[in-house]
């Protein structure tokens, strides 16, 4: 139950979880994308402005050359336009550092003093018509290198931004690399633990059940068989033995009491009783009886145990204690539905197997409690019906055959005492279970399922042993 719990707290987190990751990419998707931009701009516009100024002025070097050769006034012209041109793109282009936007504010006053200094001498020249002097044409080499350094220097500036935006994208693609490794990471461990918990809650318990359901099949396919076999043999047995303890009664009238004929006899008589046990065992066995069952309250029949067992325990000096059993989920006492004769069997067996492990001094409780557990596959309210014992408890190879017909570590057992009760508890829809503890103890529990308070519910006085 509380699996099903966690796992049903742990949905919010996997929807929490694919929102976080669905916005950590749509955003690692932003930054991309404006990282490009951001590249595209700074290739397209900071890169490409220091060299198409310089081409610009050369152009310009190249018209006004070509003025001063030919004279001709669509030279000029041409100069002029080119220049407003130019002027025009450096206004409307943009930087991305406070360095470039200084320099660009000095190309273009430099380019400004370049033109209007250019202009005047193309007048000049025009009017003059006359090839330029050394002077003047050194003056527009100077005017035209101020204005080329200057873009010299914003090609390095823009080198330099180029290289630390380089760094800073690369920077920020490293952390958005690390956040989706993360979370990526994240989802697999959750993914992990969703997948476990829901192997825990819904393949396990399937598995396990088919597991358990296998086994029983088994179990049953092989006790049906071992039951033919045993009713069969049982019914043959039971004839003869009836005739032979016939004959002896007879034969016994005609010994004299206290001879060795007659203990011999007894002897024999003893043994036939034993043997007439076991035949009834094996029917028993064989052909359990289908119960009959009555609603009862847990404490009625336990006392109705006690009553018939206490004084037989305590010869051996061992306490038959009838512990207080906790009420029912409305108040009530715990209620089961059950063949009262049938299950009064079951903890006749289990209270003389626990006194034989005592031996004597020793303390025997009897106790109910209720509880939820699974039943045929489904969580139901249960009561327990515990007999444990102070006694040496179970060694484990005994364990792994404890259930097993006609398996015993007595020497007058028969070896289907508790397999005869846990198919009893099994017709009654219930489970036998036990814990052990080697020389500590050992609780065997009548698994039953509980039922509230019917209208056929009866005392354990109005049913005989």
Known sequence: MNVKLRLYGFAPAIVLLAALVGWAGHSAWRQLKQLRKNFGAVQSESFHLAEHVEASIRTLSETVLRFDLRKDPAD???????????????????????????????????????????????????????????????ERVENKAQVLDLCAKLKAVERAALNQFVEDSHEALGGLQRLLMTLVALVLILGFT?????????????????????????????????????AGVAHEIRNPLTAINVRLHSLKRTLVPGSSEHEDATVIDQEIQRLDRIVRDVLHFARPAEPRPVTITAGSLFSRVRGLLDSQLEKASIRLNL????????????RIRVDPQQIEQVLINLIQNAAESIGRDGTITLRARSTLMPLAGHATPVVILEVIDTGKGIPLKVQERLFDPFFTTKEAGTGLGLSIAARIVEK???????????????????????????????????FTH
């Open 76 to 138: 000029k012209d041409h100069f002029h336009k080119e220049n407003e041109e130019l002027k025009r793109w450096i206004r409307k282009s943009s930087v991305t550092t406070p360095r470039e936007l200084e320099l660009l504010e000095q190309i273009e006053v430099a380019l400004e003093a370049y033109s209007t200094r250019t202009t005047k001498l193309l007048e000049e020249r025009a009017q003059a018509g006359s090839v330029p002097s050394p002077k003047e044409v050194l």
């Open 194 to 230: 969703a997948t476990s918990l829901v192997y825990r809650v819904k393949i396990a318990p399937l598995r396990a059940q088919l597991v358990e359901s296998r086994a029983i099949i088994e179990r049953q396919e092989k006790l049906a068989s071992l039951g033919t076999l045993a």
């Open 323 to 334: 512990a207080s059993s906790p009420p029912g989920t409305s108040g009530s006492p715990l």
């Open 428 to 462: 009654h829809g219930g489970a036998l279970q036990y814990q052990t503890e080697v020389d500590r103890g050992t609780t065997f529990g009548i698994v039953l399922p509980r039922v509230e308070k019917n209208e056929d519910e009866v005392s354990t006085e109005n």
